[in-house]
C-alpha cells in the first residue's frame, strides 16, 4: 500500500510561485509513474503533470505548459510539481496520483492510478 503526502500549498498572488510536494511511503517508489491532478470546486479532477518512474519522460496539460514543471527524485522518494506564474485559474486542490509503472509513457487518465494523496489547496488572487 503506497501512501501519499502532498505538501506545500496556500496562498499566492497572480505571478507568484509555488512548488509542490508528494512525498511517498513506498521503498519501492522509483518503480511508479507519479501525476498531479487538480480539482476546482464543482469541477472534474484533472491531469496537470505527469512523470515516469525514472524521470525520462514528462508531460503537461497545455493549461500549464511552460509554467509548470514537474521532476522527481527517487532517493527522496519524492515528486515536485513547480508553479510559476501562477494564475487565478490555478486555484484547486492539487493531488498526486501514483501507479506502478516502469513503462516510457505518462498517463493522462485519473483512472489509470491507484494511489491518491489527501490533496493539497492552492489558492491564487488576482
Known amino acids: 500500500q503506497v501512501q501519499l503526502v502532498e505538501s506545500g500549498g496556500g496562498l499566492a498572488q497572480a505571478g507568484d510561485s509555488l512548488r509542490l510536494s508528494c512525498a511517498a511511503s513506498?521503498?519501492?517508489?522509483?518503480?511508479?509513474?507519479v501525476s498531479w491532478f487538480r480539482q476546482a470546486p464543482e469541477k472534474e479532477r484533472e491531469f496537470v503533470a505527469g512523470?515516469?518512474?525514472?524521470?525520462?519522460?514528462?508531460d503537461y496539460a497545455d493549461s500549464v505548459k511552460g509554467r509548470f514543471t514537474i521532476s522527481r527524485d527517487n532517493a527522496q522518494n519524492t515528486v515536485f510539481l513547480q508553479m510559476y506564474s501562477l494564475k487565478p485559474e490555478d486555484t484547486a486542490v492539487y493531488y498526486c496520483?501514483?501507479?506502478?509503472?516502469?513503462?516510457?509513457?505518462?498517463?493522462?487518465?485519473?483512472?489509470?492510478?491507484?494511489?491518491w494523496g489527501q490533496g493539497t489547496q492552492v489558492t491564487v488572487s488576482s
Open positions: 496520483g501514483a501507479a506502478h509503472s516502469i513503462r516510457s509513457v505518462v498517463y493522462r487518465l485519473k483512472t489509470n492510478y491507484n494511489y
Open positions: 513506498e521503498r519501492t517508489f522509483s518503480t511508479y509513474a
Open positions: 512523470i515516469t518512474w525514472n524521470g525520462g519522460n514528462t
